[in-house]
């Protein structure tokens, strides 16, 4: 999976991760056709496929509040949550407070920019390179993306 800012640099034919808020967000209308994977940037939209976690976006306190809005509203989605290596700790401990039945839902993309394709354990996405236009992610069948094809 790729994701940018700018998803017109990504390479054609891969699943796009990009922006439903902040500011970089992208109009749906501008990947019309495409598989993207939505990020909130600010826990305002538990509609999105994911929250970024990081110092100028999401905080992990917000991670839980936004995991139960999403699941509240849709029993059956996933709620993928972005952060890097260093802040995965805390964000468990607040998704902890949540039912184990959402707890069931959270997928863990996390940041651990190796430049080297690999998975951090206990994982369901690592994001493994940070490029000037865009970054890639190894995924696991686990965090959900389904295939354009099938």
Known sequence: ????????????????ATYTTGPHA?????????????????ASDPSADALDIEPTDATPQQAATWTRQKLTADPHALARLYCNLNEWSAVQATIATLPAWMRSRVRWWIADPTGYPHLVPGSDATQWYWGPSYDISTVTPRFGLIPKDG
Do not use: E
């Open 26 to 42: 992208v109009p749906a209308s501008a990947l019309a056709g495409q598989q993207v994977l939505w990020i909130d940037t600010n």
């Open 1 to 16: 999976m790729y994701d940018s800012v700018k998803p017109s640099a990504i390479p054609p034919g891969h699943v796009i």
